[in-house]
């Protein structure tokens, strides 16, 4: 999601060297630049535009675990809540105080509960080690989540009766305006951690609704930018338990929450929110704010449509295919007369739900697989360069290099050199997802890689290695920990790679 949109006023391998030390990317991008003529190996610049996710303008580095040096690393840790000792003991003597409250049991049938000893329950740092955290979370029959998050300072200690000091500041009209545009400069500048730091919901307690769904949008966006996609959806649901339903700020926090459901890979939810918020947005054009809304909730829908894979054929895929055609052709027309100042994001996003409605096509069967691949790989000629490029166009041709990869993968038997062409798509991909710090870029991206080596493996009795490198291995691990539901492939393909690794040696 673009900052923009946040505004209250929105292949191949080297065969020959089957033990090379290259990434498969690395090997792919010298494989390509052999066979491809210089304006093909231009560096050219998702289908939400957005920026890029680290804090370039303020001067300070992102916190990506990938590029941290370790000391900084250590230093930001330290910097966590609930890492002072007295704090921490604190939290977790209430925790156990809960837990045996909760089960009725006695000081020492608690102790034995979490296995230690009665006058040592609570060690010195006031950090429990995992069994600790385990067992709290079954004693309490809630989620370890939930059990570290509240460790980590954010349970209500406000307990007692009166006026809460964590309530903030009561707020004339004019401040409430001033406070928003704070948080949307700050997004224009892509200061992250600013936005995060002022638009903690803890500090603003006693804002109004309105006001505070705005500063949530913000938080939402800061939050998509950095990959953090969980604490996203958090901030949306905490958005809208304060919002009036249907009011503008309501239907932006809602058309954003399916957005990042999409993201995760919850389809389902992502394509019944939708469905909820378009039954509520007027079909006819006429208001832009409701008309910015349906085209982004007509993309998401048609995404997470997409997203739920085929139907085992028959009309009802049929009728699947054609409901997404339709839906990315509203988004499409909505977005292409929208505003002139808005033209960057929405022209952007515009063509990549014309590129995604060209892949429907393909499987509807009335466009040929090879055509649709090779118009997205012709149309990299004419891209500027992806280090200066606007990072909504850079986005936009990242996503459709994704789908039109989607389709060689699809259509294996159907497409002339795959392997060269994927090579191509993937590369530009590679390079979109690093300049943006694009972790959905690269969760689909390593899906694809995925799928095509499984293919290959049943079509041809052998699949190409992955080759990962050590900060293509820490890549991996990060996508891992974002995306739940890509958790069992990503481990799959560590299983494959230390497969690799032991053969090699």
């Known amino acids: 999601m673009t900052k923009d949109d946040a505004h209250p006023h929105d292949g191949a391998r080297s065969e020959d060297a089957p033990h090379s030390k290259k990434s498969p990317k690395t090997a792919r991008r010298a494989n390509q630049r052999r066979a491809e003529p210089a304006a093909e190996r231009a560096r050219e610049p998702r289908t939400v535009p957005r920026a890029q996710a680290s804090d370039d303008r303020s001067g300070r580095a992102s916190d990506d675990p990938r590029t941290t040096p370790p000391a900084r690393q250590a230093a930001w840790r330290t910097a966590l809540p609930g890492q002072n000792p007295t704090i921490s003991r604190r939290r977790l003597e209430s925790m156990i105080e809960l837990a045996q409250s909760y089960r009725g049991w006695s000081q020492k049938e608690t102790a034995d509960a979490l296995g230690r000893n009665v006058h040592a329950i609570v060690p010195d740092s006031g950090n429990p080690k995992l069994d600790m955290v385990v067992s709290l979370a079954e004693i309490l029959d809630w989620p370890i989540e939930m059990i570290v998050a509240d460790l980590r300072g954010r349970m209500d200690e406000g307990d007692g009766p009166g006026p809460r000091e964590a309530d903030g500041p009561t707020l004339t009209k004019d401040e409430a305006i001033a406070l928003v545009r704070e948080a949307w400069a700050l ?112 993309f998401v829908r048609a995404m997470a449509l997409s997203g739920r894979g085929h139907v085992a054929g028959g009309d009802s895929d049929q009728s699947r295919l054609t409901e997404i055609r339709q839906l990315l052709e509203t988004a499409a027309a909505l977005l292409e007369s929208s505003s002139p100042e808005a033209d960057s994001r929405n022209r952007a996003l515009a063509a990549t739900s014309r590129v995604a409605a060209r892949e429907v096509d393909v499987e509807l069967g009335v466009l040929e697989a090879e055509e649709f691949v090779q118009g997205v790989v012709e149309s990299l000629d004419g891209t500027a360069d992806l280090g200066s490029a606007d990072s909504n166009r850079a986005e936009a041709v990242g996503w459709q290099c994704l789908f039109a990869a989607r389709a060689i993968v699809r259509n294996l038997d159907q497409i002339t050199n795959p392997d060269r062409l994927l090579a191509i798509l993937t590369n530009k991909v590679d390079e979109v997802a690093e300049r943006l710090g694009h972790w959905a870029m690269r969760e689909r991206l390593f899906l694809i890689e995925h799928i095509y080596r499984v293919r290959t493996k049943a079509s041809r009795g052998d699949a190409p290695a992955w080759n990962l490198d050590e900060d293509e291995l820490r890549t991996l691990m990060g996508t891992m920990g974002r995306f739940p539901n890509f958790r069992p492939t990503g481990w799959e393909i560590l299983r494959s790679v230390r497969s690799e690794r032991r053969k090699a040696k």
Do not use: K, N
Not at 209 to 220: D, K, S, W
């Open 187 to 298: 997004c224009e500048a892509e200061r992250w951690a600013d936005v995060i730091e002022l638009t903690d919901p803890e500090r603003w307690r006693g804002l109004d609704g309105e006001t505070f769904g705005h500063l949530m949008v913000y938080r939402y966006t800061a939050f998509e930018h950095d990959g953090r996609y969980l604490e996203s959806i958090e901030a949306c649901h905490t958005g809208l338990g304060r919002t009036l339903d249907g009011s503008v700020p309501a239907l932006r926090l809602q058309v954003r929450l399916a957005a990042s459901y999409y993201l995760i890979g919850s389809t389902f939810e992502a394509a019944a929110l939708t469905f909820e918020l378009l039954s509520r947005l007027p079909s006819e054009p006429g208001d832009p704010e409701r008309d910015a809304l349906r085209a982004l909730a007509s």
